[in-house]
């Protein structure tokens, strides 16, 4: 578990990495870059500024696929015109028949796919040395040992587990990712107290099914164990995601109720409130034990906030079934939800063996479910208003009067920017909140007139 050695096998290049998708491909992208940096190359901040541009793909609908191409299409006219540029490829699309084809189609000389990214010197010393293509697409044991340099951010995010053994017949994870691994305890206890001593405020745990962790290994404490002993690092904030529901054992909710730093947000994936779409998705829990759960989650954890996924217009949905969905979000009351159209997959069984529903059908149950969370998401977050909560406040907004953040709940947080004088954890007392945001003024600070925000 040695930390990388720097090499002098490749001439230095100059790389931009662009990463697509969840959390976990932001993890990949950070060791990538660290493996770089460590190899003798150089990070640069922009794509025309690199000789080597590597993209961090996702594979989990089709859009992020076609920006992708649409990148790719871009980087062979300019290599066309005469420019030194060298393309890699990493993430889920490139473990994918799909990714590959795209991946021959558009020259990429650089394939590694989710479970190789250490081999990314070894690839760019071959490209270099042969001017051919490098492809690796194993799932490598060293990957689950191999220790990340902490984050030089607030916010550090920490894979536990890699893979999934659900098998949801919507979702490619599997194909990509390959079955459940768990990484060591001590690797992960390594990392974590390396990014709390590095001045991170909040750690991310991560995994295709977070809450699996240690499932079938006696030598590995439970996931329920694992966040104590991460929380007892000391690390300010410790959240975690994606949870299955399969997996969300009482111990786990315990854990929550029970440390001060594990935040009161459980993100809790339910896909469909339809018990005869659950079975279609292959999801092995059904509507009555989802909400026994969700019971238990809001008895045990004050002031919990919850949110969900939701996939609209699965093949075979029936306007009974949507309609289900939209009762069950009346009945958990989700502060926040993400929402997406069923997207078919190729290589998935729903792609090969159901019938896609009408474009405009799923469209119109999207914007219904839409407008629902919009109601709720209002509702929940003006409970926060008069009160005070712990907000990391990261980055400056948009609109540059504010910096934003997020509290421990994961509300997105908005201060004026002349009441923080550096990024870091602040006590906020809310004013105001919209569907999706809340503003706040610094504890102490004097407040200034904060706009009210017609719902939207």
Known sequence: MDLPVPSSRSREHRVHVITHGCQMNEYDTHTVSSELVAGGHRIVDTPADADLIILNTCAVRGKPVEKVVTMLGEFRKQRLAGRDLTVGMMGCLAQLEEGQEIARKFGVDILVGPGAITDILDAIEAVDRTHEPFWSLEFKDDLHTHLTPAPDTLTGFLTIMRGCNHNCTYCIVPQTRGPEVSRSLESILHEARAMQQNGVQEIYLLGQNVNSYGLGRSDLPSFAELLRRVADTGIPRVKFTTSHPMNFTSDVIDAVAEHENICNYIHLPVQSGSDRVLRRMAREYRRERYLEIVAEIKAKVPDVVLSTDIIVGFPGETEEDFGATLSLYE???????????????????????????????????????????????????????????????????????????????????LVPREQVGEMGLYPVTVETATPHTLYGTVAGAVPESIPLLMAS
């Open 331 to 413: 009945e958990v009351h989700y502060d926040t939800a993400y929402m997406f159209m069923y997207s078919a997959r190729p290589g998935t069984p729903s792609y090969k063996h159901f019938d896609d529903l009408p474009r405009d059908v799923k469209t119109e149950r999207l914007g219904r479910l839409i407008e629902r969370q919009k109601v709720w998401s209002h509702r929940k977050n003006q409970r926060w208003v008069g009160r005070e909560l712990r907000v990391l406040i990261r980055e400056a907004a948009t609109d540059s009067q504010y910096v934003v953040g997020h509290s421990d709940q994961n509300h997105t947080v």
